[in-house]
C-alpha cells in the first residue's frame, strides 16, 4: 500500500524558513518522480515542484522559483522542500504526490498525501 | 499561461447524473485527469488520461474530452460523491482548473 505522510509545517513570520519532507513506503520510491502541491485556505490546487526520480532534475512553479528548493534521499524514501524567504502568499496545505509520468512531463498524479499545513503570519 | 476553466458548483439529485466540465482551448488535445477531495481530506485519482479510472474507483465514474471541453460525469450519484473536483492537464507545467463543489440533493 502506498503511503505518503508529510511532515515539518507550522507557523512562520514572514522572511523565515521551513522545511517539509515526505516519507513515502509501499513503493519503489527511487522509481517515480515526486512532486509539491499546495493549497491556500479555501482555494484550488496549485502545482509547486517535481522532482526526477534519480533527483537530477528539478522544476519549480514561477511563483517559487528562486526560494524553494526540492531535494530527496532516495536512501531514506524521502521527499524535501526547503522554503526560504517565505511570504503570506504561501500560506498553505502542502501535499506530496506520486507522479506517473516522466518529471519533464507530462504526467499526473495517483497518490497523494493527507499535507501538513504552513501558515506564513507575523 | 494555460488555464482550465470549471464551474465554481454543480448540483445533481440524488442517483442523477452530474457532469462537471473543464474548459480550454483545444483541450482535446491533452491528457485531461481529474481528482476528487473531501473536505480536509488529500485529493483522489479517480480519472485519467481523458476517460480511464484507477483501481477502486466506482464505475459510475466515467470521463471525456474532445474539443474545448473535458468532462467528468457521475452516474447514479450518491451523498458520498459530494466534494471538491479538480482537473489538472501537463501544458510545460502542471495546471489544474478551479474546481468544482459538487452538491447532492
Known amino acids: 500500500e502506498v503511503q505518503l505522510l508529510e511532515s515539518g509545517g507550522g507557523l512562520v513570520q514572514p522572511g523565515g524558513s521551513l522545511r517539509l519532507s515526505c516519507a513515502a513506503s509501499?513503493?519503489?520510491?527511487?522509481?517515480?518522480?515526486m512532486s509539491w502541491v499546495r493549497q491556500a485556505p479555501g482555494k484550488g490546487l496549485e502545482w509547486v515542484s517535481t522532482?526526477?526520480?534519480?533527483?537530477?532534475?528539478?522544476y519549480y512553479a514561477d511563483s517559487v522559483k528562486g526560494r524553494f528548493t526540492i531535494s530527496r534521499d532516495n536512501s531514506k524514501n524521502t521527499l524535501d522542500l526547503q522554503m526560504n524567504s517565505l511570504r503570506a502568499e504561501d500560506t498553505a496545505v502542502y501535499f506530496c504526490?506520486?507522479?506517473?509520468?516522466?518529471?519533464?512531463?507530462?504526467?499526473?498524479?495517483?497518490?497523494w498525501g493527507q499535507g501538513t499545513l504552513v501558515t506564513v503570519s507575523s | 499561461s494555460y488555464e482550465l476553466t470549471q464551474p465554481l458548483s454543480v448540483s445533481v439529485a440524488l442517483g442523477q447524473t452530474a457532469r462537471i466540465t473543464c474548459g480550454a482551448n483545444?483541450?482535446?488535445?491533452?491528457?485531461v485527469h481529474w481528482y476528487q477531495q473531501m473536505p480536509g481530506q488529500a485529493p483522489v485519482l479517480v480519472i485519467y488520461?481523458?476517460?480511464n479510472r484507477p483501481s477502486g474507483i466506482p464505475e459510475r465514474f466515467s470521463g471525456s474530452n474532445s474539443g474545448n471541453t473535458a468532462t467528468l460525469t457521475i452516474s447514479r450519484a450518491q451523498a458520498g460523491d459530494e466534494a471538491d473536483y479538480f482537473c489538472q492537464v501537463w501544458d510545460i507545467i502542471t495546471v489544474f482548473g478551479g474546481g468544482t463543489k459538487l452538491t447532492v440533493l
Open positions: 504526490a506520486k507522479v506517473v509520468g516522466s518529471s519533464a512531463g507530462p504526467y499526473h498524479f495517483d497518490y
Open positions: 488520461r481523458d476517460s
Open positions: 509501499g513503493f519503489t520510491f527511487s522509481s517515480y518522480a
Open positions: 483545444n483541450i482535446g488535445s491533452k491528457n
Open positions: 522532482i526526477s526520480g534519480s533527483g537530477g532534475s528539478t
